[in-house]
């Protein structure tokens, strides 16, 4: 009986947290769009996108610097170049960090593209939080996990 509750207590809080990661995904849809595909030539699509990063060996802490200190430079998704900047969400809470990369992990299936693929945790957030990078040296861990 409380394994059960409390396998169901982390389903639950796991789907608040995709709930939460869903509403703040509202605020990055204007570029990336609901859909997750983005805008050619503007700004580069998630969906698809993520699982590849995923698949990278530090793909998740590189998801996390994006979220925390933005992105800028020339970078290359699917094929099209993109140059321009990502705002920084640092002033976000790392639950809420978690859930929006849940969120953008989850919504489009990419999760399901990654083997053994677990939810982003406050704590991996937190973990990475003090190191204050520079967009610009998120753009040199992007290019060190092989992206363009």
Known sequence: MK??????????SLAFAQADGAKLYAQCAGCHQANGQGLPGAFP???GHVSEILGKQGGREYLIKVLLW?????IEVKGMKYNGAMPAFGQLKDEEIAALL???????GDDKKVQG???FTAAEVKALREKKLTPQQVLEERKKLGLK
């Open 117 to 119: 693929f677990k939810p």
């Open 70 to 74: 933005g992105l800028q430079g020339s």
């Open 102 to 108: 849940n969120h953008i992990a989850t919504a489009w």
């Open 45 to 47: 699509p998630l969906a």
């Open 3 to 12: 394994r059960t509750l409390t396998a169901l207590l982390l389903i639950g």
